[in-house]
Nanobody
Framework: QVQLVESGGGLVQAGTSLRLSCVAS????????MAWYRQAPEKQREWVAT???????TYADSVKGRFTIARDNAKNTVYLQMNSLKPEDTAVYLC?????????WGQGTQVTVSS
């Protein structure tokens, strides 16, 4: 069982930055592929970025060049650095861990970007 707790969301102005954190419980974090997703009101959940257990990263085109995903295995934490935020980035951001063929989700943290 893996539990995930996100933090770092908030209300910010367009053009500014936020850093989200996701802390995972358990001792298997190092083996987990970690990802960030987001869900805006009345829209489907959207994949944002992934970092593998080997720290290889991929990004959605909508955030490429603005967002950076990183992990700290010593802290069981994955981060999402979000720069140059836009109003269309407004959503609940959720962390997902994939390990041993199973997916685990956090509850999410709200990010609201005002124009």
């Amino acid at each position: 069982q893996v539990q995930l707790v996100e933090s770092g969301g908030g209300l910010v102005q367009a053009g500014t930055s936020l850093r989200l954190s996701c802390v995972a419980s358990g001792s298997i974090f190092r083996r987990a592929h970690m990802a960030w997703y987001r869900q805006a009101p009345e829209k489907q959940r959207e994949w944002v970025a992934t970092i593998t257990s080997a720290s290889s990263t991929t990004y959605a085109d909508s955030v490429k060049g603005r967002f950076t995903i990183a992990r700290d295995n010593a802290k069981n934490t994955v981060y999402l650095q979000m720069n140059s935020l836009k109003p269309e980035d407004t959503a609940v951001y959720l962390c997902k861990a994939t390990v041993l063929g199973l997916d685990y989700w956090g509850q999410g943290t709200q990010v609201t970007v005002s124009s």
